[in-house]
């Protein structure tokens, strides 16, 4: 037997495992490169187009104290400096320190991680489980009553402030009903309002993008082969045209993920959630400028950190994406 | 079901099922249907000040917190009831609509000028430019709408133009994604070539050729943009960073009716009705637009 030039070279001649590995390096860089710009858009928006110091204090403030609140902050040294400090410092860790709290900036968006966490994640399950089979439904029943109602819902879901349809959902179910709470938390009860509101917008996404995304590939002539052989009609639609549907969607989640943070904002002010969204509005309350700045530059990494999950995890379903591209 | 259809959805299916059956111009009943109430609201707005409406500002302790005229205790006085200082809601509603459309508009306008400025030079002159404008745009993309202008407005203070300004700086990379793909397909087209042959500087042929190619994509874009830029000013003077007292936007009146919403709910029922209502009719404005003006809409 001769020997194999390599045990990974496929009927291709292409190095599989190389080119998976290329292929996380490139979009690890390409994250890294994404991140390093937003830290400085973010940078630049907010410290060389304001006067945080100014805002932190209030219009009544003595222009010394003004200065030595700039002074005590870096805010006075020159923007290149402390642009560079800016990113030194959130590489190796350092979020600052939260005026308001005394403490570490990190310490502080970590304390509240595990509740946003729990929420997101809720509220993404939801969205995926009813969007999913909603978007399911209407595609096997195009222009049915159910479609056209899902169409209407999801128009309406996607058209309305989270927030306010939080606070309807807590007038209704826990003011006039009295069936859940409007606020509170550690139990499962109290996350069912929160929960539901955030999945809101993310679930008339999936749902439209999977309604799409099923009559598209139910129009393919494998699905048309699969008919012939006699395979059921719910045979088909769940084990073949959803695996090939799902792919669209698994991105769409990828991008949502800041639609969700966002929305995590305002939902965890109306249920008074204790997560990174309370942090937040109460960061921006007592204008603990730092904080803010260091609850952005864990959005972004959140984000960026998702979608490059999200990209490998697209990687690994579908093996076209990772083939290295021609010309 | 099927005689239940709207005029619009059966020119819809009709289009997705039997492009031959088409009407000409599918689409154009939706637009006519959702742009002429859009237009109407826009005009009372603008023409508040002169409609025979009670006077927003008019404080009446003796009514205070009235409810709307269908709920007990409500009167044709205050035919959405009133706030705690006795205001009427429908009169501050359409008060409130002055800014939020004008808030909309403006920081839309903004945002598609930046926008498709940059995406037609980067889809056009491709390259490193294009490298560095594609990159700006996926790093823009990645911070969370609601924190960068949380950051932006904590440093810089609160006014209509920090908003307006802050929704076109989010809202810019949307047109620039779009605008840069749909021109990289148009740059492979032969009349650019032949231009671009007859020497027809690169300014003449983006501002001249192309712009107006892409005018149709540009004009559903924003229109859909106007209905997210209503949601995010809503999101923004709700956690008191927007437009704040004595200014009002809907979703100021949002922030301002949620302490009281247990006894008068109406004060965040309509605010939050009036929004969702225009941001439907907005969105299905920019479905009729795509299905009118692009072709391509109705095979999909």
């Given at each position: 037997?001769?020997?194999?030039?390599?045990?990974?070279?496929?009927?291709?001649?292409r190095?599989e495992?190389?080119?998976?590995?290329?292929?996380?390096?490139a979009?690890?860089?390409?994250g890294?490169?994404?991140l390093?710009?937003?830290?400085t858009?973010?940078?630049f928006?907010?410290?060389a187009?304001?006067?945080?110091?100014?805002?932190?204090?209030?219009?009544?403030?003595s222009?010394?104290?003004?200065?030595?609140?700039n002074r005590?902050?870096?805010?006075?040294?020159?923007?290149?400096v402390?642009?560079?400090?800016?990113?030194?410092?959130t590489?190796?860790?350092?979020?600052?320190?939260?005026?308001?709290?005394?403490?570490?900036?990190?310490?502080?968006i970590?304390?509240r991680?595990?509740?946003?966490?729990?929420?997101?994640?809720?509220?993404?399950?939801?969205?995926?489980?009813?969007?999913?089979?909603?978007?399911?439904?209407?595609?096997?029943?195009?222009?049915?009553?159910?479609?056209?109602i899902a169409?209407?819902g999801?128009?309406?879901?996607?058209?309305?402030?989270?927030?306010?349809?939080?606070?309807m959902?807590?007038?209704?179910?826990a003011?006039?009903?009295?069936?859940?709470?409007?606020?509170?938390?550690?139990?499962?009860?109290?996350?069912?309002?929160?929960a539901?509101?955030?999945?809101?917008?993310v679930?008339?996404?999936?749902?439209?993008?999977?309604r799409?995304?099923?009559?598209?590939?139910?129009?393919e002539?494998?699905?048309?082969?699969?008919?012939a052989?006699?395979i059921g009609?719910t045979?088909?639609?769940?084990?073949h045209?959803?695996?090939?549907?799902?792919?669209?969607?698994?991105?769409?989640?990828g991008v949502q993920?800041?639609?969700?943070?966002?929305?995590?904002?305002t939902?965890?002010?109306v249920?008074a959630?204790?997560?990174i969204g309370?942090?937040t509005?109460?960061?921006?309350?007592?204008?603990?400028?730092p904080?803010?700045?260091?609850?952005?530059?864990?959005?972004?990494i959140?984000?960026?950190?998702?979608?490059?999950?999200?990209?490998?995890?697209?990687?690994?379903?579908?093996?076209?994406?990772?083939?290295?591209?021609?010309? | 079901m099927?005689?239940?259809?709207?005029?619009?959805?059966?020119?819809?299916?009709?289009a997705?099922t039997?492009?031959?059956?088409r009407?000409?111009?599918?689409?154009?009943?939706?637009?006519?249907?959702?742009g002429i109430?859009l237009?109407?609201?826009?005009?009372?707005?603008?023409a508040?000040?002169?409609?025979?409406?009670?006077d927003?500002?008019?404080?009446?302790l003796g009514?205070s917190?009235?409810p709307?005229?269908w709920?007990?205790?409500?009167?044709?006085?205050?035919?959405?009831?009133?706030?705690?200082?006795g205001?009427?809601?429908?009169?501050?509603?359409?008060?409130?609509?002055?800014?939020t459309l004008l808030i909309a508009?403006?920081?839309?306008?903004?945002g598609?000028?930046v926008?498709?400025?940059?995406?037609?030079?980067?889809?056009y002159?491709r390259?490193?430019?294009?490298?560095?404008?594609?990159?700006v745009?996926?790093?823009q993309l990645a911070?969370?709408f609601?924190?960068?202008?949380?950051?932006i407005?904590?440093?810089?203070?609160?006014?209509?133009?920090?908003?307006?300004?802050?929704?076109?700086i989010?809202?810019?990379?949307q047109?620039?994604?779009?605008?840069?793909?749909e021109?990289?397909?148009l740059?492979?087209?032969p009349?650019i070539?032949?231009?671009?042959?007859a020497?027809?500087?690169?300014?003449?042929?983006i501002?001249?050729?192309?712009?107006?190619n892409?005018?149709?994509?540009?004009?559903?874009?924003?229109?859909?943009?106007?209905?997210?830029?209503?949601l995010?000013?809503s999101?923004?003077?709700?956690?008191?960073?927007g437009?704040?007292s004595?200014?009002?936007?809907w979703?100021?009146?949002?922030?301002d009716?949620?302490?009281?919403?247990?006894?008068?709910?109406?004060?965040?029922?309509f605010?939050?009705?009036?929004?969702t209502?225009?941001v439907v009719?907005?969105?299905l404005?920019?479905?009729g637009?795509?299905?009118?003006y692009?072709?391509?809409?109705?095979?999909?």
């Amino acid at each position: 037997m001769t020997a194999a030039p390599s045990s990974n070279v496929t009927a291709h001649g292409r190095r599989e495992i190389p080119a998976l590995g290329r292929f996380i390096a490139a979009r690890a860089a390409g994250g890294l490169l994404t991140l390093l710009l937003a830290l400085t858009i973010a940078f630049f928006l907010a410290r060389a187009a304001g006067d945080p110091a100014r805002q932190m204090l209030g219009s009544l403030a003595s222009d010394q104290a003004v200065a030595a609140l700039n002074r005590q902050l870096g805010y006075d040294r020159p923007l290149p400096v402390q642009y560079v400090s800016f990113i030194g410092d959130t590489l190796t860790g350092n979020f600052g320190e939260s005026l308001r709290y005394s403490r570490a900036n990190l310490a502080l968006i970590l304390d509240r991680f595990p509740a946003t966490l729990q929420l997101t994640a809720a509220a993404l399950l939801i969205a995926i489980v009813v969007g999913g089979l909603l978007g399911l439904l209407s595609a096997l029943r195009q222009g049915s009553l159910l479609d056209r109602i899902a169409n209407l819902g999801t128009l309406v879901l996607l058209s309305l402030p989270l927030f306010w349809l939080g606070l309807m959902l807590a007038e209704l179910f826990a003011v006039r009903f009295q069936l859940l709470p409007a606020g509170g938390y550690g139990e499962f009860r109290h996350l069912i309002l929160p929960a539901v509101t955030l999945s809101g917008y993310v679930l008339g996404q999936i749902a439209r993008l999977t309604r799409a995304s099923m009559i598209s590939v139910l129009r393919e002539p494998y699905i048309a082969l699969a008919r012939a052989h006699g395979i059921g009609a719910t045979r088909i639609a769940f084990v073949h045209a959803l695996r090939n549907a799902a792919l669209p969607v698994v991105t769409l989640i990828g991008v949502q993920s800041g639609m969700l943070m966002s929305g995590a904002v305002t939902v965890e002010f109306v249920f008074a959630w204790p997560g990174i969204g309370l942090l937040t509005t109460d960061a921006v309350l007592a204008r603990d400028v730092p904080l803010v700045q260091a609850l952005v530059v864990f959005g972004a990494i959140m984000f960026v950190a998702i979608n490059l999950v999200v990209d490998l995890a697209y990687a690994a379903i579908d093996p076209r994406i990772r083939a290295p591209r021609h010309g | 079901m099927g005689e239940a259809l709207s005029p619009a959805a059966k020119a819809d299916s009709a289009a997705s099922t039997a492009p031959h059956r088409r009407v000409r111009h599918p689409g154009t009943v939706q637009v006519l249907a959702t742009g002429i109430p859009l237009l109407l609201l826009a005009a009372a707005a603008v023409a508040a000040p002169w409609l025979p409406i009670p006077d927003a500002g008019a404080i009446d302790l003796g009514s205070s917190l009235s409810p709307p005229v269908w709920a007990d205790g409500g009167g044709w006085d205050h035919v959405l009831g009133t706030d705690q200082l006795g205001r009427d809601l429908g009169a501050r509603l359409l008060w409130g609509a002055r800014l939020t459309l004008l808030i909309a508009f403006s920081s839309t306008i903004l945002g598609a000028i930046v926008g498709t400025t940059l995406g037609m030079l980067a889809g056009y002159v491709r390259g490193w430019t294009d490298f560095a404008i594609s990159r700006v745009i996926d790093a823009q993309l990645a911070i969370p709408f609601l924190l960068l202008a949380i950051t932006i407005m904590t440093a810089r203070g609160q006014s209509v133009g920090a908003i307006v300004a802050v929704l076109a700086i989010i809202g810019w990379a949307q047109y620039a994604r779009v605008i840069r793909s749909e021109v990289l397909t148009l740059r492979s087209r032969p009349f650019i070539l032949g231009l671009q042959i007859a020497g027809a500087s690169p300014a003449r042929i983006i501002f001249r050729h192309v712009l107006p190619n892409i005018a149709d994509t540009l004009l559903v874009l924003a229109t859909l943009q106007v209905g997210y830029v209503i949601l995010a000013e809503s999101a923004l003077s709700f956690i008191g960073l927007g437009v704040t007292s004595p200014d009002i936007s809907w979703g100021a009146m949002l922030a301002d009716g949620r302490e009281l919403m247990t006894s008068a709910w109406w004060l965040v029922a309509f605010p939050g009705l009036a929004i969702t209502l225009v941001v439907v009719l907005i969105s299905l404005l920019g479905d009729g637009l795509k299905a009118r003006y692009d072709p391509r809409a109705g095979a999909r």
